[in-house]
């Protein structure tokens, strides 16, 4: 996570801000830093330090301390939006990518997400609520399968181009299920395109 308004550093930048070449750092002074200042949670690929943080141990000054209250502006990686939203980190991705979520902001080479937008996304979806994610097949069977509408429209989406076409993988991770259930779902979207208006 990124505490809102907090600028950060990779271990580029913070070599940079040390005025010495990224080699040099890890050489000499990387794992003296390490110990001294804590990468910000969840932060991996690449691992993130607080820029102020940095500039502190770097004049051998008292380090700030992080907020530790979540701001609806925090930036979220794709696993602790999920968490946020009651889904997996895979399905946000997937949904940012169908225009179902925000597309996130793109910083240091990944995507992160507001906490406001997981939020938004948890109220809109009460399908997920109740779930664990990453637990296949949850939903309850004997209600009518409301997903089959939304696999329509994403069908239609496709054939119009706008967007790309809509695959079993991509529905397992939606809605967190298996990829036999998804290439059902699929059949019923389907035959539900091809029923006659009003059967």
Do not use: C
């Not at 990387?30 to 500039?55: C, K, N």
């Not at 770097?58 to 301390?65: E, N």
């Not at 496709?158 to 990829?179: H, I």
């Amino acid at each position: 996570m990124i505490p809102h308004g907090r600028p950060t550093l990779d271990v580029h930048g913070v070599a940079e801000l040390a005025g010495v070449s990224l080699t040099t750092w890890r050489r000499r002074s990387h794992a003296q830093f390490a110990a001294a200042v804590q990468p910000l949670p969840g932060s991996q690929r690449p691992v993130l330090y607080d820029a102020a943080q940095v500039a502190a141990y770097l004049a051998g000054d008292p380090r700030p301390v992080l907020p530790t209250d979540p701001s609806p502006d925090d930036l979220l990686t794709d696993t602790e939006a999920g968490a946020v939203a009651g889904i997996s980190g895979s399905t946000v991705r997937a949904d940012a990518a169908t225009g179902r979520m925000s597309p996130g902001i793109e910083r240091h080479g990944r995507r992160w997400w507001a906490r406001a937008d997981a939020e938004a996304h948890a109220a809109r979806t009460p399908q997920y609520k109740g779930r664990t994610p990453g637990s296949k097949d949850k939903a309850p069977r004997n209600r009518p399968d409301h997903r089959v509408a939304e696999v329509v429209t994403e069908l239609q989406a496709a054939d119009e181009g706008k967007r790309q076409p809509v695959t079993a993988a991509e529905l397992a991770e939606r809605y967190e299920v298996s990829e036999r259930t998804a290439e059902r779902l699929m059949a019923k979207a389907r035959a539900a395109r091809q029923a006659p208006a009003g059967a």
